[in-house]
């Protein structure tokens, strides 16, 4: 069975300093990651996924995510954050062996950022 | 062009009344996906439709009724419905029901505000 845990349910960081989302997972196979973004009263918005590839996933916006194996993490990183990236962020995982099971992708519980002026 | 537009965006219904909403999305993909997610929470799967056939009924009450008139179309039928139900809707879809990875990405909509009084 898959899981995952995203470790604050709230950050606040200033604007122009560096953001740290954090994501640890379990799945019982080599499993896809993803983070989703969510912006008040919109829908969820892809913003990387790692799929086998390289470890380090560039996505949109200034975002990267590396996914570390060994620490069962896939944690997600800014340089320098913008205002226009506070919002909630999920991070996701979905299990190749999943297949035909009831839920294709698990969700973490979420990550409310804000960014202080 | 990676969009599923949802209508409507906001909907108020009695409990008594019956109403729909609708998906639709221009990217050749065969599997479609209802979710539910209540304010701060994850989305939650109700539904996935995977080459216009219901393949995954996450035990939803049957006040919920969902309808893929074609692989490009996907609607939930709604009556009867109590103010407990009231939550965001997110339409989704992916080129085909199948573990995520590589191309096989879900996109979301943004979502119908749902409101039951």
């Known amino acids: 069975a898959q899981s995952v845990t995203q470790l604050d349910s709230h950050v606040s960081v200033s604007e122009g300093t560096p953001v740290l989302l954090r994501c640890n997972y379990s799945?019982?196979?080599?499993?896809?990651l993803f983070w989703y973004v969510q912006h008040p009263n919109k829908g969820l918005q892809l913003l990387l996924k790692?799929?086998?590839?390289?470890?380090l996933v560039k996505g949109i916006n200034g975002f990267e995510a590396e996914f570390k194996k060994s620490e069962t993490s896939f944690h997600l990183t800014k340089p320098s954050a913008h205002m226009s990236d506070a919002a909630e962020y999920f991070c996701?995982?979905?299990?190749?062996?999943?297949?035909?099971?009831?839920?294709?992708?698990?969700f973490g519980s979420g990550t409310q950022l804000t960014v202080l002026p | 062009d990676t969009e599923v537009t949802q209508t409507p965006k906001h909907l108020v219904m009695g409990m008594t009344n019956k109403k729909s909403l609708k998906c639709e999305q221009h990217?050749?993909?065969?599997?479609m996906y209802w979710y539910k997610q209540k304010a701060k929470k994850p989305p939650e799967l109700m539904f996935v439709?995977?080459?216009?056939?219901?393949?995954i009924n996450e035990s939803v009450p049957s006040r919920f009724s969902p309808e893929c008139p074609n692989s490009s179309l996907l609607n939930l039928h709604l009556h009867a419905l109590q103010p407990e139900d009231s939550a965001l809707y997110l339409c989704?879809?992916?080129?085909?029901?199948?573990?995520?990875?590589?191309?096989?990405?879900?996109?979301f909509g943004e979502g119908s505000w749902l409101t039951v009084v």
């Open positions: 799945s019982s196979y080599s499993p896809s």
């Open positions: 990217m050749g993909h065969r599997a």
């Open positions: 790692y799929t086998s590839a390289a470890t």
């Open positions: 996701v995982v979905s299990d190749p062996v999943s297949s035909g099971s009831a839920r294709q992708l698990t």
């Open positions: 989704a879809s992916s080129r085909n029901f199948a573990p995520q990875g590589g191309g096989n990405t879900i996109y």
């Open positions: 439709y995977s080459y216009e056939k219901l393949s």
